[in-house]
Every structure is written in structure tokens, then in C-alpha cells.
T-cell receptor, first 113, second 114 residues
Framework: GNSVTQMEGPVTLSEEAFLTINCTYT??????LFWYVQYPGEGLQLLLK?????DKGSNKGFEATYRKETTSFHLEKGSVQVSDSAVYFC????????????FGQGTTLQVKP | ETGVTQSPTHLIKTRGQQVTLRCSSQ?????VSWYQQALGQGPQFIFQ???????GRGNFPPRFSGLQFPNYSSELNVNALELDDSALYLC?????????????FGPGTRLTVL
């Protein structure tokens, strides 16, 4: 079946450190891939997305590249800030499941000053 | 432009009761999806409504049901509540229910079943 696996957290970094959160997926065909962020006490916000292989999604300094050969969509940021502390979810959506998002378990990021 | 809104914010019920959660979609969006997020987990897809018709359902029992109204707002109904139904219920709207549509999430309703 379709699934998303994320690295376990929490990930604790100092401000201005480099961030990588790993995400791999299992799906048939060509899913669309997403990163959502959830700040404490809030709903999910779309951070970035990629809809085909080799696409790079980017937003607010975050980037992720759709790698079909490794079935991965790792999230990166060159310099994290305290305000980036949140839970990050990787998700996929397949053509035969219109709009349905399949989420990973989430990775908590804590950034210390 | 008004975003996705949900009501109530918090709710406490007891086992066996019934609950109705409400969602107003973002202006111009005709598709609403509902997700259940247990504590410490990723959201799980419950079902989706597109132009007032159910357009896909996840692995949830029939006591989870829904409606979408002509103005594209939606309700999630849960009958015979169980302790495991305690979770954050998220509603998301999108323009046309297409694969690449961005889904815009509301803040959620926190349901506690005692």
C-alpha cells in the first residue's frame, strides 16, 4: 500500500544550524509530494510541494527535491530559526485517490537560541 | 479572503454519545476533506466531499458519516463514541479536488471522549 516514513524526532538544533528531515515514500505511479508544518495549537499549513520527479519545492528558505530513484523527498533548510520550531509532516497524494493525503508520523523540530 | 474555519474548538463527550463537528470551507472551494489526528500521529484520512457527494473514504467505520451543503460547508458526525475517537479532527478545503490541489487546513476541533 501507499505509505510515508519520516525520521523520528525530536530533532534539536541550535539557531542557524543546517536542517535535514528525511522522508521516504512507497506508492505506485507518480504521486504528488508535500511538506506540511504544524505550529503548537494550530492546524496544518502547506510548506511546499512537488508534483513530478526532479521538481524542487521551496518556501521560506525550506527546500525539498522529488527523487523518484530513491523515493525520497527530504526537507532541508540552510539556517534554522527559533520560530521554525514545529512539527513537520511529509505527505503524498495519488491520482487514483483524488485529493486524499497520506501523512507520515511527523517530526518535531526544536530550535534553541 | 476567509480561511477554513471549524467549530467548536474543543468538545468533551462521554462514551456512546454522538457528536457533530462543523467546517466552513475557504471561499471558492468546493471540496472538503476530513482527517483524524491522534496525539503524536500524522492525520488519517476519513472522507472527502466534492460538490455535495462523497468522493472517497478512508478506513473508518460507518458510524463516521458526513454531509456537505450547497454552500460547500461540511459536517462530520460520529455516533456511538469510543474512547479511541479522542483526537484532533481537521477539515481541509481545496478548489476542485484534484491531485495537485493544495489543501488548506482549519485549526481543528479537539474531541475528548471520557
Amino acid at each position: 500500500g501507499n505509505s510515508v516514513t519520516q525520521m523520528e524526532g525530536p530533532v534539536t538544533l541550535s539557531e542557524e544550524a543546517f536542517l535535514t528531515i528525511n522522508c521516504t515514500y512507497t506508492a505506485t505511479g507518480y504521486p504528488s509530494l508535500f511538506w506540511y508544518v504544524q505550529y503548537p495549537g494550530e492546524g496544518l499549513q502547506l510548506l511546499l510541494k512537488a508534483t513530478k520527479a526532479d521538481d524542487k519545492g521551496s518556501n521560506k528558505g525550506f527546500e525539498a527535491t522529488y527523487r523518484k530513484e530513491t523515493t525520497s523527498f527530504h526537507l532541508e533548510k540552510g539556517s534554522v530559526q527559533v520560530s521554525d520550531s514545529a512539527v513537520y509532516f511529509c505527505a503524498l497524494s495519488r491520482a487514483s485517490n483524488t485529493g486524499k493525503l497520506i501523512f507520515g508520523q511527523g517530526t518535531t523540530l526544536q530550535v534553541k537560541p | 479572503e476567509t480561511g477554513v474555519t471549524q467549530s467548536p474548538t474543543h468538545l468533551i463527550k462521554t462514551r456512546g454519545q454522538q457528536v457533530t463537528l462543523r467546517c466552513s470551507s475557504q471561499s471558492g472551494h468546493n471540496t472538503v476533506s476530513w482527517y483524524q489526528q491522534a496525539l503524536g500521529q500524522g492525520p488519517q484520512f476519513i472522507f472527502q466531499y466534492y460538490r455535495e457527494e462523497e468522493n472517497g473514504r478512508g478506513n473508518f467505520p460507518p458510524r463516521f458519516s458526513g454531509l456537505q451543503f450547497p454552500n460547500y460547508s461540511s459536517e462530520l458526525n460520529v455516533n456511538a463514541l469510543e474512547l479511541d475517537d479522542s483526537a484532533l479532527y481537521l477539515c481541509a478545503s481545496s478548489p476542485n479536488g484534484q491531485l495537485t490541489d493544495t489543501q488548506y487546513f482549519g485549526p481543528g476541533t479537539r474531541l475528548t471522549v471520557l
